[in-house]
């Protein structure tokens, strides 16, 4: 299927004209334990009322509601409405997620109430950990699921700003066709096709290929995505998951800013010019696929068991003319001015990086065992479980080379001959192995409280090599994970809890401008205490609130009196407190909302550069909001509004905290309209982001010890019409 430049003006009169019939209500569910899968959630809800991350994980068999943890769900309708391409798009509803090194045609990663998320094991894939070093396809997803704050019990060795799971549409008889376009031209095709083809056994595979025209000049990009789901109903006991997902995809990643001199902003950015263009420079290939196989059995009505194994496999071919630093520039010949920022004048140095064949591969099995049982007048629901888990990472000796210098300003930038070295042979960087042991107890005491204890035993076998494959570090570490929480329910819509954990999580590697370059720190040792409230508004609209503290080591280059004037260390304590508040689902008959706002102080404490504390740590906007409406026009049926608007505060962008970005407002703003054609379902989604094209700068994060600022995205429409076969 091909889809031309489509005239917006012209699909909005048709949607305002057409007629179609109102959504109907989504009702409760009710606690069970889970028996096959979990099922949160139907294509037209905001709500959400289970997840995985609480079925055969740490937080015992219960739903949201019951779960002492803040979880959010971004459901099937919100994607759909949405129409999100990126990690960095899907997640602006949530304001407890920021964005944290997020470029333009590159894989994306996010940060969780101030904690950037490993790439290696923050994502999951129904569950079973992911590589996340590629461009997440979003059409054969059912939900995504965001654990927010310490996963310790859940994860084993993982940041402690949380988790992000993404759930795999099951098997339906379904048979859609999408296609759309956006105010730049790019064209974009879907399939969603699911049967039983017996009772027992049914298959639903997504499909979908998109040419993108991007908003960044020279950065136009193509994917094509394929998934199958399989489900078999083996027996009244027992079910087969299946499901596997491959993408490729290309497009030439854009290079972010840096501080003038490190102590300015940029004061004329472009969010379209590509900084640092090449004509030589090949777009980053990303070839990722993701595989997942649970096998269910109920031993009885109170006794179930899960055998999982994971699957996750990326290779990405990386070339970038990437902008970083003025270490060649004349303008920072003086020394004056830190070569990894670029210069006070907006000069900059160019540099060919290629980097083909870098493979990252996870691989999981998880067994777990859950049941309910009592001892005299108290229940139980326990959940019991083993993983071993294994990542590795093989790349090639890559080239990167100095091959000259631009400005900020250059409306064309100078061409340069490439570096006429190539990369060498592929040779194994990183071997890692963690393997655990969890136990939790969901006590019932009485019908008003229950009392969680559980913890997760460790053991961390990691070795790295050189770029000749020559062992280069071994880290071994044992560690017991111990989480508990207790619950109060005086009523049945109102739930209260308060929370302790520990978690675990890789030290980073020294950046290569400070004394110890490519050293690895020690692995982090981190802790959390949480109270929360859930209530249930009604039966259609839930309503969280969450008070956190979050205390790890602060990682962080100390100036000193080094050669380099800096050593990487972990020093003090970073800390963060704050607040959130989330509603979800429907208000009134007519109206559906998703709300989020999250206040956070980030500080660094005791970490003996006194200049370096007393303030917001980088990246960590202390107020962030988020809200998101539909609302179906009550005398035009079928025609629904759609709006949104986002909010941060002032961000922190170098480490003393001496500058920050400007605080930004950013309204969204979309139509959708539903109708029939001869018996067949139509829906068309107009979606316009960004709607006054309000410049902005989104991002402040870091990358290997870099920081970087990247501009928010400029207005974009995007339209979709999705017909159901």
């Not at 055998?307 to 003086?334: E, K, W």
């Not at 990369?423 to 960087?429: D, I, K, T």
Request: aromatic fraction near 10%; charge should be negative.
């Amino acid at each position: 299927m091909t889809l031309s430049r489509t005239p917006l003006a012209l699909a909005l009169l048709f949607i305002t004209t057409a007629h179609a019939a109102d959504e109907a209500s989504t009702p409760q569910q009710a606690r069970t334990l889970p028996t096959v899968d979990v099922h949160a959630t139907t294509a037209n809800s905001y709500r959400a009322t289970d997840s995985q991350l609480d079925t055969f994980g740490s937080f015992g068999s219960a739903p949201l509601h019951d779960t002492p943890a803040a979880i959010t769900v971004i459901t099937r309708a919100q994607i759909d409405d949405r129409q999100p391409r990126t990690l960095s798009e899907l997640v602006r509803g949530d304001a407890a997620i920021n964005d944290n090194y997020a470029p333009a045609g590159y894989y994306q990663d996010v940060s969780i109430r101030g904690f950037p998320l490993d790439l290696a094991t923050g994502f999951r894939f129904n569950g079973m950990i992911m590589s996340a070093e590629q461009l997440l396809a979003l059409e054969g997803k059912e939900r995504v699921e965001v654990l927010k704050g310490l996963g310790g019990l859940e994860a084993g060795v993982v940041e402690p700003g949380g988790l992000v799971n993404y759930v795999s549409k099951r098997t339906a008889d379904v048979h859609t066709v999408t296609v759309g376009t956006d105010s730049h031209g790019s064209s974009y095709e879907a399939l969603d096709l699911g049967a039983w083809f017996t009772p027992t056994f049914g298959v639903r595979v997504n499909a979908a290929n998109e040419k993108t025209h991007s908003y960044v000049e020279h950065a136009d990009g193509r994917r094509s995505f394929v998934s199958v789901a399989a489900d078999w109903k083996i027996s009244d006991k027992a079910t087969l998951l299946l499901d596997t997902d491959y993408q490729t995809s290309g497009q030439r990643s854009a290079s972010g800013y840096q501080l003038l001199g490190g102590t300015d902003i940029p004061q004329h950015p472009s969010r379209t010019r590509l900084l640092g263009y090449q004509p030589w420079q090949r777009p980053v290939g990303i070839h990722a696929s993701n595989s997942s196989l649970r096998f269910n059995y109920r031993f009885s009505d109170n006794w179930n068991a899960q055998l999982s194994a994971g699957h996750s496999h990326t290779v990405i071919d990386d070339n970038v003319a990437f902008a970083y630093g003025c270490f060649y520039a004349a303008s920072c010949a003086s020394g004056a001015t830190p070569g990894y920022f670029f210069a006070p004048n907006g000069d900059y140095d160019v540099y060919d990086f290629r980097s083909p064949d870098d493979t990252r591969q996870n691989d999981e099995l998880r067994g777990v065992v859950t049941g309910s049982f009592a001892t005299g007048s108290v229940d139980h629901e326990l959940n019991l479980g083993a993983t071993s888990f294994r990542r590795t990472v093989d790349q090639r000796p890559y080239v990167y080379d100095y091959v000259g210098t631009a400005n900020i300003d250059d409306r064309v930038v100078p061409v340069f001959d490439p570096s006429p070295n190539q990369p060498g042979p592929s040779v194994r960087r990183l071997t890692s192995w963690q393997r655990t042991l969890f136990a939790i107890d969901r006590v019932h005491l009485g019908e008003a409280w229950q009392v969680l204890a559980g913890a997760r035993y460790v053991r961390l076998d990691e070795r790295s090599y050189d770029d000749a494959g020559a062992p280069d570090r071994h880290t071994r570490m044992d560690k017991t994970l111990p989480q508990a929480a207790v619950l109060w329910q005086p009523s049945e819509p109102l739930t209260t809890y308060v929370s302790y954990g520990e978690g675990l999580s890789l030290g980073r590697e020294a950046p290569y401008w400070t004394s110890n370059g490519g050293t690895t720190l020690a692995p982090l040792h981190s802790r959390q205490v949480e109270a929360g409230v859930k209530y249930a508004v009604n039966d259609a609209l839930d309503l969280q609130a969450a008070l956190y503290r979050i205390r790890q080591s602060y990682q962080f280059a100390r100036p000193d009196d080094t050669p380099e004037a800096f050593t990487f260390v972990q020093q003090g304590q970073e800390v963060h407190t704050g607040i959130e508040l989330n509603l979800a689902g429907r208000v009134t008959d007519n109206l559906r909302l998703t709300a989020s706002a999250n206040v956070i102080r980030a500080r660094a404490e005791d970490t003996g550069a006194p200049s370096y504390e007393d303030h917001q740590v980088v990246n960590v906007p202390r107020w962030r909001t988020a809200l998101y409406a539909d609302y179906s026009l009550p005398f035009a049926p079928g025609l629904a509004v759609l709006g949104g608007w986002r909010y941060a505060s002032a961000n922190v962008a170098t480490p003393d905290g001496s500058l920050r970005v400007p605080a930004y407002h950013v309204f969204d703003a979309g139509l959708r309209y539903a109708t029939h054609v001869d018996g067949h379902a139509l829906t068309f989604r107009l979606n316009v982001d960004n709607v006054f094209n309000h410049f902005y700068w989104r991002d402040t994060g870091s990358s290997g010890g870099d920081s970087y600022l990247f501009p928010g995205m400029p207005r974009l429409a995007r339209l979709s019409m999705t017909y159901e076969l």
